[in-house]
């Protein structure tokens, strides 16, 4: 998009005088972008290792179902993408009487916690803290709510003081519920047990049973079509053209209504998987930083996972993996009275009949192409709520409990898999964390046993509080690399914004050109597609995370309009809110399509909001500006100045003289009704070659004053330069640089 140009109006004030060229003669281009702060490279164990290891907890069953509980390190075989791996360690956690870890070693060390792991891959030794089992209802009818409560209060020990493990427990709805904090007290797991009974949480509507009406009809009606068609060929009489159009009608109403019911059934799965989804994240990711074994027990009525929420869903299962947490789903429902895979054959079988009746009758036109068929298929087979619950336990090393309204055998066997289990770990022959996929796959030699165990993890060195989608492994390992890639242009950075309410506010913005992605074409459905995925991680000066977020971006269109998309842009901008401190700012965009990707580093510093002095925001070159509808602003982005939204330009903006003036934007804040003294400078190699001061009106009633103004440079000679605004009053004084480049002699 090109850029809007700024309306004279708007902007303020300009340097009152041209500077002389002669001024700048000793100006030095700078060599790169700004780098991080001294702390981003720290060394901490948490965050660099020269190995890293990982921990597999393994249940193993015999053909009965019973535990194996005499098993040792020779009988294990560990692979990580079908290489063996040396096990560096085993232990036996054995809690039959209460709370005890026999751990048995090889090579020296003992059990470790992927997240504690040390420098040189130093194990910490084996905790002997109880586990954490949290208790996780999905939104239940009045029925199944009540099987799944009774179920849950028959597992708590009745004469039990003190409970092995800690439990909390959970309720889904449209957010997540904290029914009971986690805690080793009977009694209170068994009141919030209680409270759940009395919980009415929100429903989404069973699958329409007018959408299997009207596929069992499709079923009659397509053979007497065919039949019809066959028997008026070649001489068809007025009766017999009747009856084809009259079948045709009925068929092209049937489907017509069958596409509304199917676009709203997957728009509302869509938002089921997603609230479901991100509710059960939430509640792994608050575990993550427990040692041990944590359980979580998950009700439900079925976890269907549409294609628009398989990034939310993968992302579940990995970072349990990667927090050792094991992940047992009950289907709630116990016994059904119908399978639910009936709903998804008679769909699939449906669309078959009717591709068959369009190209057998010829008298249809085929309504969408065999690969939307297709795709509606495999969407199908996600739908069956026991795929997802199934999916959800078994690459967590837990397992489906269906088809049963008895649950105590049930929790019998979660509880046996908490009070025993063997815990193996081992450092990976690949060190490369490159963000892929590994699968681990554990085997014991003893034949006939079945083993139980989480199936793999997305290899990123950096731990970190948030969960870590799918999609973001990849641009994440890519930011841990040394140096950091560089492969098209970007550009990215973080401001800040000290608003009176929002004193952390910390608008971050990535920008690129679509021009620098690869794009796949596919010339015999004459389509294209791109994808890029932005990341974006705020680490504070220990290396610790404080903020991580993304966007994936598929592009696609037909082949005629690729040129007019290759001259578009990406814009990424969140606005988080930051304790006070400094932050590097590390921003990565991955060209999925290419397996290429870029990084820039910049920093910022949030001030204490404890300060009673004026203030002053980053000062921001501004790119363009646009007017936006009273009604479609954003009273929360920074960014407005009256009607005006201004897209910074990020990193070391770029102008030419023939540009001819440069536009830049600022927020002074201070005491509402009070004024401050502001001024204005520009730099060269760190000396003020001009200066004047700028005359601010006063704050607003939230202690504000926005300030979009300019200055001319097409006097400047070509260099680096920075623009200092300063803000003062009789507690303090505050100022905020923003660096850029002029071009052209």
Known sequence: MPPTPLRRRTLVAAFAVLLSAGVWAQTRPNPGYPGGPDGASDKSSRFETTSTAIVVDVVVRDGKGQPVTDLGPEDFDLYEDRLRQSIGSFSVANRGEGIAVAARKRDGTTRIDLAATGPGGATPEVSAEAGLTALVFDRLSSDNRTLAQQAALNGIPMNARVLPDAMGIFAIDLQVNLVQPFTRDPAAVRAGLQRIGGLNASQFQRRDRRIVELQERRQVLGPQLTATVTANRGNPGPTGTQAIGSIEVELAQNRMESRMLEMFDTLEREQQGYSTTNALLSVVASLQDTPGRKTIVFFSEGLAVPPAAQAAFRSVVDTAN??????????????????????????????????????????LPITGSLLRVLERNEDMLRMD?????????????????????????????????????????????????????????????????????????????????????????????????????????????????????????????????????????????????????????????????????????LLSGRLDELESARTGEILFYRQPELLPGAYSVEAMVYDAKAKRSSARISTVTVPSPESTHARVSSVVIVRRAEQVAAGDRDDKNPLYVGDLLLYPDVGVPVRTKADGELAFFFTAYGRPGTTTAARLELLSQGHVVSALPITLAAFDATGRVPQLQRIPIDALPGGVYQLRVMVEDARGSDSKTATFRVEGQ
């Open 322 to 363: 990667r927090a050792n947490v094991t992940i047992y789903t009950v289907d709630a429902s116990g016994l059904r009275a119908e399978s639910t895979v009936g709903d998804v054959q008679r769909e699939m079988t449906a669309a078959g009949i009717d591709r068959i009746v369009q190209n057998e009758s010829g008298s």
């Open 385 to 553: 709520p026991h795929t997802g619950l199934g999916d959800l336990a078994r690459d967590t090393g837990g397992f489906l409990v269906r088809d049963t309204n008895n649950l105590q055998s049930a929790f019998k066997r979660i509880d046996e898999d908490m009070r025993f289990h063997y815990v193996l770990t081992y450092a990976p022959s690949n060190q490369q964390f490159d963000g892929q996929f590994r699968e681990i796959d554990v085997k014991v030699k003893r034949p006939g046993l079945r083993v139980f165990a989480r199936r793999g993890y997305f290899a990123v060195r950096s731990l970190s509080p948030m969960p870590i989608l799918g999609y973001e492994s990849v641009p994440l390992a890519a930011l841990d690399q040394t140096p950091l890639p560089n492969a098209f242009p970007i550009r990215a950075g973080g401001m800040s914004f000290p608003e009176a309410a929002r004193p952390g506010l910390t608008p971050i913005l990535v920008a690129v050109q679509t021009n620098a992605l690869t794009y796949d074409r596919d010339a015999g459905q004459g389509t294209y597609a791109a994808e890029a995925v932005v990341v974006v991680r705020v680490r504070d000066t220990r290396g610790r995370v404080a903020y991580k977020t993304s966007q994936q971006y």
